[in-house]
């Protein structure tokens, strides 16, 4: 929890980010995925000053619970000083404790931000999903909690001006944002008309330009002019620029070449023949992809 203090911006824990999105599709499947196109409402988790505490926040909790389809989980929320935001005692269940840092109450409107988060470890928890190390498993479960329809309100917590600033999660601004548009274009969801804080919109719409880009990458179709240009002399040394997202190998066929290159929706890789106009299909999650090989 950044409070008060410098918080970072643009897209350092990208790679990271887009292998929690493949994660996600390969452990849930294309059709749990689906299941959570209707993100979590405003109006559920809304927490007034006026709201009791530690009911509220057991309501809150409750929401999120029924959001994440845990109905058997059970939340007990309390709230103590510490240094980070909150934290989940990942027990066998079906009673999870979670703390909340003491900060929250009295910014109560961002309670249903941290427990998002927290209640997204026990989702993952019990799906048996984690990355190695600390750092690399918080930006899964930012990214789970985003691309499943409760991130918006980590986004909608950072606050930033000239004497103060806030941010929740692991992820940068910009990087919440990505993957909120990653989310609003496979599931035509609008997440910005929800944000009460501008610098969230604004991190939405720099988020949504960079998850446009990975739209727009040779060899799909959708790639610009430099971009076709420069895939098509690579094609013809048979080696990619470095930092090229594709690559191209033999497809054992007499100076025959196939390319791979990241699905944009599901960064899973995908292999095609080299051949002019390919439309390739997904199998992760199933989107359907114009090429020109």
Avoid at 96 to 124: C, K, S
Avoid at 267 to 286: E, F, K, S
Wanted: include cysteine; charge should be positive; proline fraction near 6%.
């Amino acid at each position: 929890m950044a409070n008060d203090g410098p918080v970072q911006h643009g897209y350092p824990h990208l790679e990271t980010v887009r292998a929690s999105i493949t994660a996600l599709y390969k452990r849930l499947s294309y059709d749990t995925v689906q299941a959570f196109a209707t993100s979590v409402a405003p109006v559920d988790v809304t927490f007034c000053d006026t709201d009791d505490l530690y009911l509220g926040a057991q309501r809150v909790a409750r929401e999120l619970v029924r959001h994440y389809r845990l109905p058997d989980a059970r939340l007990i929320v309390s709230f103590r000083e510490m240094k980070h935001a909150a934290n989940v005692e990942l027990a066998a269940g079906p009673e999870y404790f979670v703390e909340l840092n003491d900060r929250f109450r009295t910014h109560r409107r961002d309670i249903g931000a941290a427990l998002a988060h927290e209640i997204m470890h026990v989702y993952l928890h019990r799906l048996d999903l984690s990355f190695p190390g600390t750092r690399e498993n918080e930006i899964l479960t930012d990214t789970a909690t985003t691309y499943l329809g409760a991130g918006w309100l980590l986004l909608d917590a950072y606050r930033e001006d000239g004497a103060s600033s806030q941010k929740l999660g692991y992820l940068t601004p910009e990087e919440f944002g990505y993957v909120l548009a990653k989310r609003s274009l496979v599931f035509g969801e609008d997440p910005s008309v929800w944000f009460t804080s501008p610098q969230a919109y604004t991190a939405y719409v720099k988020g949504m330009a960079r998850a446009r880009e990975d739209e727009q990458q040779p060899p799909l179709t959708a790639a610009g002019w430099a971009g076709r240009r420069r895939y098509a002399r690579d094609r013809r040394a048979h080696a990619p620029h470095p930092g090229a997202p594709y690559a191209f190998t033999p497809d054992g066929s007499a100076g025959g070449l196939r390319v791979s290159f990241p699905c944009p929706t599901c960064h899973q890789r995908i292999r095609v023949p080299v051949r002019g106009r390919v439309r390739a299909r997904c199998g992760l999650c199933r989107t359907v992809l114009e090429c020109d090989t």
